[in-house]
């Protein structure tokens, strides 16, 4: 397997089978890349290029009109921006949709509904069970401008509150980004005023499970809710756009076909949040048989042998195939 992306902390885990190509992708360097590509593709004799996000994916078909190598993208939830280009449309033998809902609401575009596919993300259960700390909450994101305005408003309008009724709850951010600093200084100054460590940034965390694991609650979309539930550890689906609710049985097959986001929803808001967090802090055991529950359906439903042999057999039926 061959790996081509931006350098960052996370190379150091691939493993020495996975050759590994740093290259930072820029649509103004898009001409380099392509003759980069292409001499590394031919040099290795790749099979099938398996691109993500909307540049690469419009270099990976480019390269593939080019060599004649079948190319497949994976969307995870921005059709209209990762297959802007009409090229990334055509030119892929496969799409691959993360959940249902983001290829329902992909159906306008007429060219790729008979090469997409679903293949949702996979999780594994942690070998590890850590001990809860009670009260504890984990919210995982960026932490840069689009995300910056979610997290300010859950330390300045809804941990204060939360933190005079429930002296033990606590908030660990973890995430890094260009806003970092300036979420570090509004938690230290809740936490002058609570006079204890109520906020705590984490900054980067090379094993996010861990923390997920040590958690009472997890506020999260997607990837992060799919590891929290893994953990078996409560979700609430929350991004800054899409105000959810409290994952539980009863909903989980729903949320499963959205990727755990909830569409149609408003915003998150400071009485919202306030709400779902205090009738959830006031039933402590109820939610965790719901989390037991949650986690033999998630590691069921998203297993990683059945998950990558899926994968495995959308990459040898276009083996052979050619875009042209």
Known sequence: MHVIGGNGRQVAQLTKKVRYLSMRMKS????LHLLIIRKYV????????HAHQRLPILIACITGIVTGVPVIATVHGRTRFDLRSRISRKYTSRIIFVSRHVLDVSAKFEEIKEKSVIIPNWVSAPVKINEIIPYSISYVSRVDRK?????LLIIKKVLYPLALKYPEISLRIIGEGDFLEIIRTEAEALNKKMKREV??????VLDVKEILGQSDLVIGVGRVALEAMACGVPVLSMNRQRMGSIISTTNYSAYKLTNFVAPGSSPPDENSMLNILNDFFSNPESRKNEAFDLKKLVTGDYDPLIITEEIMKTYRSVIGLTNN
């Open 42 to 49: 031919i040099k290795h004799k790749i099979q099938v290029i």
């Open 28 to 31: 103004f360097l898009l001409p």
């Open 199 to 204: 906020c705590v940034i984490c900054g980067f």
């Open 147 to 151: 995300h910056s305005d979610l997290i």
